[in-house]
């Protein structure tokens, strides 16, 4: 229970004063002579039972309602279920908001989301409490928002509902810099949020960094929770993958693989899956009976006219979260398959050129072997991937290579003849290592990644890939196939997005990745098919800082369907124009698939802050912060009624003694 | 009567003169020594008739009715009732407990009121008046006499009681009970702070032996209230120990023994046939004594 005017707490000792009364009455003893002593003496040896139970029952009614007074004064607050938790009146109020697409769930049909009903509940509260300053964080980047009152926040742009997953580590480490440099005095912490594991990243090392540091802060910090983690009823979910546009003969069609997709095992569903190209609109149903059902390449017939360039989006009917029931995608003609070789060793090279050559379907694939000294004139803005088989890049090549690294480019470095001390996103080749036997890569991974098993479920050879000798490997790597001993075979650079190691080369003194051919023509297409998702003039977006980092680069970013305007671009869902491109934006895949945090990680996460956790639930109109000392004040009026009614003589006792001090008249 | 000595505070002579007017009667036949106002088991010389008895010789022939003879040619002698004086042994208890008083007037002052006036009256219509002082014993006893100077020592045994001791009035009373011999009211002035049971076996000695018992149970209206505000040290006035309580928690406790101690001695009282009178000292003992004296009236005629 919180307080208003806690400092009247300091009065408590007072509930005290009727034993203290009692007591010193009881010191205050007269002396009486007395005559009827048998009586006394018979009363004592009487059941003391009901009386000392009354007794006692007054004196406890008492303290309580001198209690319920003091607390009535000092203005308490309830919160929640009436939580036990400290506090009075904090000096500020940041209010972090989990704006992710899984608040926008409802618990009932047409009902308040839980984002609106979080921000109803959190601008009500914090007027009930009357913080000195409130402030609103919903983006790390801005930081906090200071608003004018509490009602604000209901009303404010930044705080309505986007497409792109929350952050809370993030969040919570940008409320922390904003305490540090500027509130003062006492701060709660109000982080209103469905507990989604994809938002509150519980493994991230950041947490246990954000924990100390808000520990060491000098101000009382108070985290409180507003927990919506009650899943959303029924919630349907639908998202396409796979878009891409086919030419047969003088036809086009659109190819599109659609996924629908639910938490909870209910039961067998049929779902009108809606699509609109163009204006078009078509409609399939799909059967859901498990958690989730695939209508795997939809074949959607375009118009001969049709631009080869456009945008649509797939749609199913209303459901428990509304943000969830779109999925936006952008099409063109696909790019040509075009990737760079850079090799050292013209044999490794010439395997990396005919692999890269060789197109999984009829696209013509170019690849460019490039000199050691012509990168700068190389197509660049054409290819989709670079293979690198040599010393890592310096000065001027770094800078081409992390250029394309920005743009989405993928790049496969391969071991150099001869290791240099150069770094390139914090990974280095160190000394060769050729064991007196030929090993074979120990264990790999075969879920994701370049090296992950085939649609069909079947593992690549690496095994039978015999590794002749092998380049040492430091840095920030995420091994993706392992050596014995846990030397890394292939490995991802954990600072940069599209950059894997090979710690061999395809050359046949080196290894057998060239003989055996699969698994290195399987690493090379993979590679080129993710660098193609960014050429193009389509592609697809996952909502987010990343996306709104390109819309600011784009100069141009032009809504061409879906999220209204707003100032946040890159965080909303929709298609949209940059430059040349169509960047079709959704929520990311996550905002899916996430389940709640259980509530012992969460308290774990905040161990030895002062934390709450308050439960609320979607659409619900009580306000979790409100006054009771009017609660308090009836507590009272009833322990002082109740008091009065036990300190009456019993009925049955009134009469006798009637009866008994008038005998005669009785008598008469 | 009072010329010689200073007025006694127990007696008022206003009070004594309004109870004159009700005679004070036993409520069973008396056997006294001389002409009263009140039955005898014995066939006398009074006006009142009682019966036709055969003659017999030696009979008085004074008595012989003759129209009888007349009439039946047999010889009838007519007998009347006995008049006779009674003895009032007045008994008045003089234990500790009888000096309580919260606020008005003292148990053993009121009994001093009681007896007072019982026994001028009973002086005045021609009684004979004892009165015994009772506490762990028989304190003082004056046998009855019918002499108004007799009463006047009545009066100085009043005077002079003072409250002491414990209470051990049933014993006295079998004592009372054996050495009356004669039939004699015997008044009771107590507050009967002993065992129902044990006054019960005292009384139906004092009934087998032929008295007429009446008692005044005198008690102090805050006996009977229990109204103590604070906690309360209570010191026995017959030399017990202390008992300390607080009102609160045992008020309806003490009102539940009084209440059960009242309904056992009403229920003794009633089997043993004592005119019992309860009194609270804060009534008008003129009022006390004219409701006694009243009630004793209506029964009279019984032999």
């Given amino acids: 229970m919180t307080f208003l005017q806690p400092w009247v707490l300091v009065a408590l000792p007072l509930v005290a004063l009727p034993l203290i009364i009692h007591l010193i009455n009881q010191r205050r003893f007269q002396t009486v002579r007395w005559a009827a002593m048998q009586f006394l003496l018979a009363a004592k040896a009487l059941s003391r039972g009901y009386s000392r139970l009354r007794h006692w029952l007054i004196m406890a009614l008492r303290m309580a309602a001198v209690a319920a007074v003091i607390l009535a004064v000092g203005r308490p607050l309830s919160r929640g279920w009436l939580a036990l938790a400290g506090g009075g009146r904090p000096d500020s109020a940041i209010v972090i908001l989990d704006r992710s697409p899984s608040m926008q769930a409802v618990a009932t049909a047409g009902g308040e989301s839980k984002l609106d009903t979080g921000r109803r509940q959190l601008a009500d509260s914090l007027a009930t409490l009357r913080a000195g300053r409130v402030l609103v964080l919903s983006d790390p980047a801005k930081g906090p928002e200071e608003v004018a009152s509490p009602a604000e926040i209901v009303e404010l742009v930044s705080a309505g509902p986007v497409a792109a997953a929350s952050d809370l580590p993030a969040l919570l480490q940008s409320g922390y810099d904003f305490i540090r440099e500027n509130a003062a005095g006492t701060t709660e912490l109000w982080i209103c949020s469905d507990q989604r594991a994809n938002d509150w990243k519980p493994d991230d090392g950041a947490w246990g960094g954000i924990r100390d540091a808000f520990a060491k802060l000098p101000q009382q910090v108070r985290v409180q929770l507003l927990s919506y983690a009650a899943p959303a009823p029924g919630n349907v979910a639908v998202r396409a993958s796979n878009v891409r546009l086919e030419t047969v003969g003088r036809d086009r069609r659109l190819v599109v693989t659609v996924a629908v997709s639910r938490q909870d095992d209910g039961g067998r569903l049929t779902l009108p899956v809606k699509f609109e190209i163009g204006g078009i609109s078509t409609a399939v149903d799909v059967e859901l009976t498990g958690r989730e059902a695939v209508l795997k390449n939809h074949v959607i017939p375009l118009e001969r006219s049709a631009a080869a360039r456009g945008w649509g989006r797939v749609s199913i009917p209303a459901d428990a979260n509304l943000a969830d029931n779109d999925f936006f995608f952008a099409y063109d003609a696909p790019p040509p398959r075009r990737s760079l070789v850079v090799a050292e060793d013209p044999a490794a090279g010439r395997v990396l050129e005919l692999v890269a050559a060789i197109a999984p379907d009829k696209a013509v694939a170019l690849v460019d072997l490039v000199p050691p000294g012509g990168l700068a004139a190389a197509a660049w803005d054409e290819a989709a991937a670079l293979f690198w088989q040599g010393p890592l890049p310096e000065g001027r090549d770094a800078e081409l290579v992390q250029a394309f690294l920005g743009r989405g480019g993928q790049v496969v470095f391969f071991a150099p003849d001869r290791p240099t001390t150069a770094e390139f996103v914090g990974c280095a080749w160190s000394e060769w290592t050729a064991p007196a036997k030929p090993a074979t890569a120990e264990s790999w991974r075969t879920d994701q990644d370049l090296l992950a098993n085939t649609l069909a479920g079947s593992a690549l050879p690496l095994g039978d890939v015999e590794i002749r000798r092998s380049c040492g490997l430091s840095g920030d790597l995420v091994p993706l196939a392992s050596l014995p001993g846990g030397a890394p075979l292939v490995a991802r650079a954990s600072r940069a997005e599209g950059v894997t190691f090979v710690a061999t080369t395809p050359a046949p003194r080196d290894s057998s990745l060239a003989a055996e051919g699969v698994v290195l023509y399987a690493l090379v297409q993979r590679a080129i098919d993710r660098g193609l998702t960014v050429l193009g003039g389509a592609r697809q977006a996952d909502a987010g800082t990343a996306t709104a980092e390109n819309a600011r680069a784009c100069g141009t970013w032009t809504r061409q369907g879906g999220a209204a305007a707003s100032t946040e671009a890159g965080f909303h869902a929709g298609v949209f124009a940059c430059g040349d491109r169509l960047v079709a934006v959704n929520r990311p895949v996550a905002e899916d698939t996430a389940l709640p945090v259980a509530d012992e990680r969460i308290d774990a996460l905040f161990r030895g802050l002062s934390f709450q956790r308050i439960t609320g639930t979607a659409g619900d109109t009580d306000s979790i912060v409100q006054e009771i000392w009017r609660a308090f004040l009836i507590a009272m009026l009833l322990a002082l009624v109740a008091e009065g009614l036990l300190s009456l003589p019993r009925p049955a006792a009134a009469d006798r003694a009637a009866k008994t001090s008038r005998p005669l008249e009785a008598a008469a | ?303």
């Fill in chain 2, 1 to 303: 009567m009072f010329t010689d000595r200073q007025p006694r505070s127990f007696l008022d002579p206003a009070v004594l003169a309004r109870l004159a007017a009700v005679p004070l009667l036993a409520r069973r036949p008396m056997v006294g020594t001389v002409s009263g106002r009140h039955a005898s088991p014995h066939r006398g010389s009074s006006v009142e008739f009682a019966e036709y008895r055969k003659y017999v010789p030696g009979d008085d022939l004074r008595r012989l009715d003759w129209r009888a003879f007349g009439r039946s040619d047999r010889h009838y002698v007519k007998e009347y009732e006995a008049d006779t004086n009674l003895r009032l042994c007045l008994v008045l208890d003089t234990s500790g407990s009888m000096e309580f008083t919260s606020g008005g007037v003292t148990k053993i002052e009121y009994a001093r009121r009681i007896c007072g006036a019982l026994g001028y009256l009973a002086s005045q219509q021609g009684d004979a008046v004892g009165i015994t002082c009772v506490a762990g014993g028989i304190v003082r006893t004056l046998p009855p006499r019918r002499s108004p100077a007799h009463l006047r020592l009545v009066f100085d045994v009043l005077e002079e009681a003072k409250p002491a001791g414990p209470t051990r009035l049933p014993e006295v009373l079998h004592e009372i009970a054996e050495t009356t011999r004669q039939r004699a009211v015997v008044a009771i002035v107590s507050d009967l702070f002993c065992e129902p049971e044990t006054l019960a076996t005292a009384f139906s000695h004092l009934r087998f032996r032929r008295h007429d018992v009446a008692a005044f149970h005198l008690l102090d209206p805050q006996e009977l209230a229990f109204q103590f505000q604070r906690p309360t040290r209570f010191l026995d006035m017959e030399g017990g120990g202390a008992i300390f309580a607080d009102p609160i928690d045992i008020t309806d406790r003490y009102h539940r023994a009084m209440e059960a101690y009242l309904a056992n001695l009403r229920r003794v009282v009633l089997e043993s046939a004592v005119d019992y009178h309860r009194v609270v000292t804060d009534q008008p003992y003129e009022q006390v004594l004219a409701r006694f004296l009243v009630g004793r009236a209506a029964g009279r005629g019984l032999r």
